[in-house]
């Protein structure tokens, strides 16, 4: 059966070549591997390969000829009685036309409902610092499934590095709390392994900063593999630790990956500011299907809150939480920014401005109707958070509401961030570096033009 | 490498034998047909071929028992036959259609399959060994016996986390087989130029992990090793090492035009070593088939490959929903 050998593509960009040289020529009898011709491509001279044996009858296009297209039939080959080749290639079906805008279906994913308060109301609360809430989440969790397991740096022996793992070891044991050497990539590629083989690993770095050498399973790996799979394999996984700027630790210990990680689709991303969400929300984490980064602060760690005592208490994932409810101007942060907003708005309140106080809680998926909402009722917002000011979560939300509720501004979105600054360690200049309560105050008054 | 080819007297059955045969072939036929589909633009970007070291995973998976798991690089067409997933959705994936493995989604690099328990398929140089490692990590904590084959290449075995990996897998004793798939090249660096020692499968021993070179052109001689390292870590002494000294025939990718090594040493390789010869010539010389039986298989599979190189063809582009799904579970 005679077949064409056609202009191969022998790159992915391109279209056309060329044929630089033959070194097989008619009546040639070759087999599969043999060197046809040299090809020139837009990147390099290639050589070209037979694919099937057989005879070359003819040549169909010179040697030194330039400009030949992809798949122009270039020669024929003879094969030996046998049914071998696909012959041209089946016409591509033709892309249907493009989808719905992608930038407005890309954000919107969170449906419209009100921002509900999960506790029912004249339940019982006891007191918890956020260390207590995250360790109660963990070991509640621990206890309904063997499949969930601790590993980190020092999360066992030595009761964990910020003793978030107090006692843990003791209740469930080395199988299932984990010290780990001190290598972030390899214990990550490790745990998210695990988490591809049905497990569901909590990974405690900690501290985020650590953390950067394990991105690329954060991201590639663990964040990926269920689209890159068509949907056949997940990553159950919760990495968790402190984030954020800590005390007087210098440039490399303090910095706030909240936008980095709420850039990338497949993960989740929450950073709680009370103990009753930092309890909710890992809870949720663990048992949710996806990779969950829950982004801790340091300095929250002993703060206490009330806490709903109940024996499974969870907050769901991708919904704010409204702290405050006010009418002058709306206030989003999140995380320990919270504590900076929640001051301006006392202080505020003293002079007569009312402000609507909105924890995010989840930075990923974001909870866009709640703020859409909050700011078509008080016409005007300001975003506080303590990361770095270019791009921004307040950048993204600003975008977001002039895109869906520009008509109901009347003053520009201001966003309170950390400094454009790696962070110093001298007192007064750290200081000068994060975001004050201050700094928030004159926010408001700027938008609200007192 | 001292390759014994067919001269060495082997006991292997003619069953065994034929199988390889078979599988090595199918490899074969799958990867000229996919870098034909390339050529015809059927299929893009980047697509690196097994060609050459068919030996490797068809004597290594020989060797693999149910629930046992497996994951490599980006060069993966080859692990996914020889661990039985089904050419027709490995093409279609290939060609970016609805039904490959990954809805389309994936492409050469990235398939996946919870059934075969092949865990990809991925693109960072060397992510897979943790990952694979913790394949035995959920084995070990479930208290299992499986194992876990992690393949790599000499260019990943120059990654830090590989020894980070070494070190936990060590210290866990996790099993986990890492297979180091010594093709001599990471894409145009001969491996004495990136490589402070020739002999990678010694780096284990840092670690208290035991290794050894095997000649990956001879499915025996793999299959052999395989079973010596599968044994050391089902019965629970921890992780194995397997320096496969192999070689591919192909350019690193599609887009290779391999001006890094001459000619000549390709065509050495073919003739003098190549893996699937060895077994024919076992075949014929041990009088366990004639050149008749052997065309048959020839034809089989040719067929088979024709079939999914048609199917993937025929199959519709993903719907442009899709665009949209599995992001989350
Ligand atoms: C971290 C990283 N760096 C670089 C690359 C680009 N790259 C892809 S394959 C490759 C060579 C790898 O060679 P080797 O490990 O020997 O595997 P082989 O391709 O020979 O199978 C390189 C540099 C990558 N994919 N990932
Ligand atoms: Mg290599």
């Known amino acids: ?27 040639d009898t070759v087999s599969s591997g043999d060197i046809l011709a040299e090809i020139e491509t837009d990147k390099a001279t290639m050589e070209f390969e037979a694919v099937d044996d057989g005879l070359i009858t003819k040549i169909l296009i010179a040697e030194g000829t330039e400009g030949v297209k992809v798949n122009t039939p270039i020669a024929v080959l003879l094969e030996e009685g046998e049914d071998t080749t696909v012959e041209a290639p089946v016409a591509q079906p033709a892309a249907k036309e493009v989808a719905a805008p992608a930038f407005i279906a890309a954000i919107t994913t969170t449906e419209v409902r009100p921002a509900m308060e999960e506790v029912p109301a004249g339940t019982k609360m006891k007191t918890l610092t956020v260390r207590e809430a995250l360790r109660e989440a963990m070991s509640e969790e621990m206890r309904l499934d063997d499949n969930v397991y601790l590993m980190g740096e020092e999360v066992a022996e030595y009761q964990g590095a910020y003793k978030i793992s107090q006692g843990m070891l003791d209740e469930f044991g080395p199988r299932r709390v984990i010290d780990t050497p001190i290598t972030e990539h390899g214990f990550t590629g ?20 650590f953390a950067m050498q394990a991105i690329d399973h954060i991201i590639n790996s663990a964040a990926k593999t269920l689209y890159m799979s068509g949907g056949q394999m997940g990553c159950p996984i919760v990495f968790r630790g402190a984030n954020g700027a800590a005390a007087r630790v210098g440039a490399q210990h303090s910095q706030d990956y909240a936008a980095w990680y709420a850039q990338i689709p497949g993960l989740k991303v929450v950073q709680p500011y009370s103990a009753a969400d930092a309890k909710g929300l890992l809870k949720s984490a663990i048992r949710d299907p996806n990779p969950v980064l829950v982004l801790e602060n340091e300095i929250l760690y002993g703060r206490s809150f009330e806490v709903p005592d109940l024996p499974d208490f969870t907050v769901p994932l991708g919904r704010a939480r409204i702290w405050r409810e006010g009418s002058d101007v709306t206030i989003v942060s999140f995380g320990i920014g919270m504590q900076y907003a929640l001051e301006a708005a006392d202080e505020l309140a003293k002079e007569g401005i009312s402000a609507e106080v909105i924890d995010l809680r989840t930075i990923r998926p974001i909870d866009y109707e709640t703020i859409l909402t909050s700011v078509r009722k008080t016409n005007r917002c300001v975003t506080v958070e303590e990361g770095f000011p270019v791009c921004s979560i307040g950048n993204h939300l600003s975008a977001k509401i002039m895109t869906e509720a520009f008509d109901y501004l009347d003053a520009p979105v201001i966003n309170c961030a950390g400094k454009d600054v790696p962070m110093p360690y001298a007192a007064n200049l750290e200081k000068l570096a994060l975001i004050t309560t201050k700094e928030v105050i004159e926010a408001v008054k700027s938008v609200t033009y007192r | 490498m001292a390759l014994s080819k067919a001269a060495k007297k082997s006991n292997t059955s003619k069953d065994e034998l034929l199988g390889y045969y078979r599988e090595m072939l199918q490899i074969r ?11 015809m633009g059927l299929i893009g970007g980047f697509c690196h071929l097994y060609i050459g070291q068919e030996a ?27 661990c039985g997933m089904d050419p027709k959705g490995v093409m279609a994936e290939l060609t970016g259609r609805s039904d490959g493995y990954s809805k389309g ?134 992780p194995y090492i397997l320096e496969m000294k192999t070689y591919r025939y192909r350019g690193h990718s599609m887009s290779d035009p391999a001006k890094y090594r001459t000619r000549e040493e390709v065509q ?10 060895h077994v024919r010539d076992l075949l014929l010389q041990g009088k366990h088939a004639t050149e008749e039986d052997l065309k048959a298989i020839d034809k089989e599979i040719k067929s088979i490959v024709n079939e999914s190189a048609k199917f993937a063809q025929e199959s519709p582009e993903p719907d442009l929903s899709e665009l949209w799904t599995d992001i989350y579970a």
């Not at chain 1, 059966?1 to 008619?26: F, Y």
């Not at chain 2, 036929?29 to 050529?39: C, I």
């Not at chain 2, 050495?268 to 010869?277: H, L, S």
Request: charged share 20%; glycine share 12%.
């Open chain 1, 1 to 27: 059966m005679a077949t064409n050998i056609l202009m191969p593509a022998l790159s992915p960009t391109m279209e056309e070549g060329t044929l630089a040289k033959w070194l097989v020529k008619e009546g």
């Open chain 1, 190 to 209: 490790i745990a998210v392994g695990a988490a591809f083989a049905g497990l569901r690993p909590i990974v405690e770095f900690m501290t985020f900063n």
């Open chain 2, 29 to 39: 036929r799958f990867e000229e047909k996919a870098g034909q589909l390339y050529g």
């Open chain 2, 105 to 238: 989604k994936g492409g050469s690099m990235h398939m996946f399959s919870a059934e075969k328990k092949f865990y990809g398929g991925h693109g960072i140089v060397g992510a897979q060994v943790p990952l694979g490692a913790g394949l035995a990590f959920a084995n070990k904590y479930r208290g299992n016996d499986n194992v876990s084959f992690a393949y790599f290449g000499d260019g990943s075995a120059n990654q830090g986390q590989v020894y980070e990996t070494f070190n936990m897998a060590s210290l866990w004793a996790l099993p986990v087989i890492f297979v180091i798939e010594n093709n001599q090249y990471a894409m145009g660096t001969a491996m004495k130029r990136s490589t402070s020692s020739p002999d990678i499968y010694t780096r284990g021993q840092a670690f208290g992990i035991p290794g050894e070179a095997v000649d990956g052109m001879d499915v025996l001689a793999v299959k052999a090793a395989g079973d010596k390292a599968v044994a050391h870590c089902r019965s629970g002494k921890g």
């Open chain 2, 268 to 277: 050495k390789v073919r003739e003098e070593k190549d893996p699937i010869d």
């Open chain 2, 56 to 82: 490797v995973v068809v004597g290594l998976e020989a060797t693999a028992k149910e629930g046992d798991q497996r994951i490599t690089s980006y060069r993966d067409h080859g692990h996914m036959l020889a």
